[in-house]
């Protein structure tokens, strides 16, 4: 029993690492074709949406964390500063009905509902290494599309060079937001090359199901090879930029956290290290591992920073 474990889960809740592995091996298997359409109609019938969604590229084997890990450890400051009450405390923020609006350097701005992006965008699912830059990492099995599918239909302009999110603004029903923790609404940011790169993400589920609130319901970034922070949840905002967007974190304390935010071994964060990670659910007695660059994702995104003196980018 992880020591992150709350003693109040019910068992109906928990995801099996091992059931969930072995199902995700068949779908795996059956990849190349559509996994749903070669599921017999009774066992489909039987089956939740989510679990149809079939596997989608730069998804490595890796051993998945504990659902209830993943989802009673968290990190949202509009909620709460500690990672086990924001749980909870999620549950309360309205996502029905939820719309982004859509602004800055496009051809096609607007107030767009979300069930529509839901429809322009299939389903896929991408098994992607997270880690926080409070040192521990995980794996997690999101469900949702491509980041640049999502910003292509929205036609930016050759003037945007950056893309800024923003957080919903829900202060009635998200308590961290009426103290001065951050300065509200949440936003982040990603230069264009990196946000059209295929291993962004945007997570509208995750474990074969919705995405629970306190994982950033109903629809977040997921940025696999830099630290959480840039993952941002909740969006209602998109903004495309000819300069580079201020972000919350680096508005609250510049020199501990950048624009880029690459996870960087090399670079110790002022306060602590970042050349080794614990391991969500692990317990906490279990020995770390090293943390590698950009997460483990180098070959991919490495050539995005190409002569950045990275010490100094952070
Ligand atoms: N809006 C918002 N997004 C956020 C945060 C937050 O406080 N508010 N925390 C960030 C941090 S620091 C991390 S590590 C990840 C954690 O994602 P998880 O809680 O789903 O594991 O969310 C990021 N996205
Ligand atoms: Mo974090």
């Known amino acids: 029993m992880s020591l992150f474990r709350l003693a109040s889960i019910k068992n109906s809740e928990i995801t099996p690492r091992e059931i969930f592995q072995a199902r995700r091996k068949i779908i795996k298997a059956s990849l190349g074709f559509t996994a749903a359409a070669f599921l017999p109609t009774a066992a489909n019938a039987e089956k939740k949406p989510f679990e149809t969604v079939p596997v989608g590229p730069y998804s490595g084997d890796f051993p998945v964390t504990d659902y209830e890990d993943v989802t009673h450890y968290t990190n949202y400051y509009e909620f709460t500063t500690n990672k086990t009450g924001s749980t909870v405390l999620a549950q309360a923020l309205k996502t029905k009905p939820w719309q982004v609006e859509v602004s800055g350097e496009v051809d096609k701005p607007g107030v767009y509902h979300l069930e529509d992006i839901l429809k322009q965008n299939p389903l896929q699912e991408r098994i992607y290494r997270f880690r926080c830059v409070e040192a521990w990492s995980m794996v997690v099995p999101w469900i949702g599309f491509p980041l640049a599918d999502m910003l292509k239909a929205f036609k930016p302009t050759s003037r945007a060079k950056f893309v800024e999110f923003t957080t919903v603004y829900q202060p009635e029903n998200m308590p961290g937001q009426r103290n001065k ?106 020995s770390k591992r090293d943390t590698e660059m950009f997460n483990g994702y180098a070959e991919y995104v490495a050539p995005l920073y190409k002569g950045m003196d990275l010490s100094k980018y952070i």
């Open 181 to 286: 923790s951050l300065d509200w609404p949440y936003t982040e940011g990603l230069r264009i090359d990196e946000a059209m790169h295929p291993l962004s993400f945007i997570a509208t589920g995750m474990y074969d199901d919705e995405l629970p609130k306190q994982n950033g319901a109903p629809l977040r970034l997921v940025v696999p090879w830099k630290y959480g922070f840039k993952s941002i949840k909740a969006i209602v905002k998109i903004r495309f930029t000819e300069t580079m967007p201020q972000t919350a974190w680096n508005k609250a304390a510049p020199d501990e956290y950048g624009f880029y935010a690459n996870v960087n071994p090399n670079v110790p964060h002022p306060r602590w290290s970042q050349a080794r990670e614990r391991i969500l659910g692990a317990g906490l007695f279990a």
